[in-house]
Nanobody, 125 residues
Framework: QVQLVESGGGLVQPGGSLRLSCAAS????????IGWFRQAPGKEREGVSC????????YYADSVKGRFTISRDNAKNTVYLQMNSLKYEDTAVYYC??????????????????WGQGTQVIVSS
């Protein structure tokens, strides 16, 4: 059974940092493109970042470019999202997802077959 489990969310002040983790069981994350998406109340789910499988190409939404970094630890079968210089508008539930094509995208949720349950990030003073 495939399971993705996010962790690392929480309450942080503006300008602070958090590192989200996406741990997998039942699949080898290196065989998949892994995306991070977020959904704020009343808004659609949006792509934040993605890392492809073979070459580890990374992609970022313009709103997080330069502040967020996605990375993968194959030994731990875990993908991370390091979030720095957090802003109020980063408040959302963050989800990781696995795309079996290995290509990945941040503009659509369609290629992603497996999803975690989400972790809440609240940026507030």
């Amino acid at each position: 059974q495939v399971q993705l489990v996010e962790s690392g969310g929480g309450l942080v002040q503006p300008g602070g940092s958090l590192r989200l983790s996406c741990a997998a069981s039942g699949i080898t994350l290196n065989d998949y493109a892994i995306g991070w998406f977020r959904q704020a109340p009343g808004k659609e789910r949006e792509g934040v970042s993605c890392i492809s499988s073979s070459y580890g190409n990374t992609y970022y939404a313009d709103s997080v470019k330069g502040r967020f970094t996605i990375s993968r630890d194959n030994a731990k079968n875990t993908v991370y999202l390091q979030m720095n210089s957090l802003k109020y508008e980063d408040t959302a539930v963050y989800y990781c997802a696995a795309d079996p094509s290995g290509i990945g995208t941040i503009v659509s949720i369609e290629p992603f077959d497996y999803w975690g349950q989400g972790t809440q990030v609240i940026v507030s003073s």
